[in-house]
């Protein structure tokens, strides 16, 4: 059971663009997403987070925009520069718990920045 | 560095063969979590310690993997009877806990398992 799904599977965004990508999920206990941002041979890092109580939270160039009735959530890359071509994986979590169910991670989306 | 370590970074072995990696995490985080990854895939959630306890081990892959942190510190995932679908990343990451609003998990750099 794929419990966050992710949209694109890849994406190709010219430098300067607004790269865009899509989450939904299904178990409505989520109350933590965070995106995650993966290069090759490396582990994932963490971009920027959000919990379901506000509709938008920015972090310099990196936007995340929530529905909560819709059970959709998105990131958005301003400005996107060709070093944030990486694998981003959208994830939720249930906290007060501590996430102790670890986090769910959506399959990922290949991001191309073509300078 | 004071990140998440994993130990080795590649691991090539032979079917049936038992392996264990070890996973050292940021010093004062007391949750530790396992995850598995394949190719094109997301992490997948296996296993998570809060200290010592290992309070989650249901999504275990199979009886074959086991998971310990024996004093709260570092951890170590053993599979055993390897086949050749193990074959994957296998990431660790720590987290400090208690917050009521957020708990960043910090990934280590991964053990990648090829089982031939």
């Known amino acids: 059971q794929q419990q966050v799904k992710q949209s694109p599977q890849s994406l190709i965004v010219q430098k300067g663009g607004i790269s865009i990508i899509n989450c939904a999920y299904e178990?409505?206990?989520?109350?933590?997403f965070p995106w995650y941002q993966q290069f090759p041979g490396k582990g994932p890092a963490l971009l920027i987070a959000?919990?379901?109580?506000?509709s938008e939270k920015k972090e310099g160039r990196f936007t995340i925009s929530f529905n909560k009735s819709a059970k959709q959530f998105s990131l958005h890359i301003m400005d996107s520069q060709p070093g944030d071509s990486a694998t981003y994986f959208c994830?939720?979590?249930?906290?007060?718990?501590?996430?102790?169910?670890?986090?769910?991670f959506g399959k990922g989306t290949h991001l191309i920045i073509q300078p | 560095d004071t990140g998440v370590s994993q130990d080795p970074r590649h691991k090539i072995t032979k079917r049936g063969q038992n392996v264990t990696f070890r996973c050292d995490p940021i010093?004062?985080?007391?949750?530790l979590y396992w995850y598995r990854q394949t190719l094109g895939q997301g992490p997948e959630f296996l296993t998570y310690?809060?200290?010592?306890?290992?309070?989650?081990k249901s999504r275990l892959l199979s009886d074959r993997f086991s998971a310990e942190r024996p004093k709260g510190s570092f951890s170590t995932l053993e599979i055993q009877r390897t086949e050749q679908g193990d074959s994957a990343m296998y990431l660790c990451?720590?987290?400090?806990?208690?917050?009521?609003?957020?708990?960043?998990?910090?990934f280590g750099p991964g053990t990648r398992l090829t089982v031939l």
């Open positions: 990451a720590s987290s400090q806990g208690g917050g009521l609003y957020t708990d960043t998990q910090y």
């Open positions: 178990n409505t206990a989520f109350d933590y």
């Open positions: 959000i919990r379901p109580d506000v």
């Open positions: 994830a939720a979590s249930i906290l007060p718990r501590g996430g102790a169910d670890g986090l769910t």
């Open positions: 010093s004062e985080h007391n949750r």
């Open positions: 310690f809060q200290n010592e306890a290992q309070l989650e």
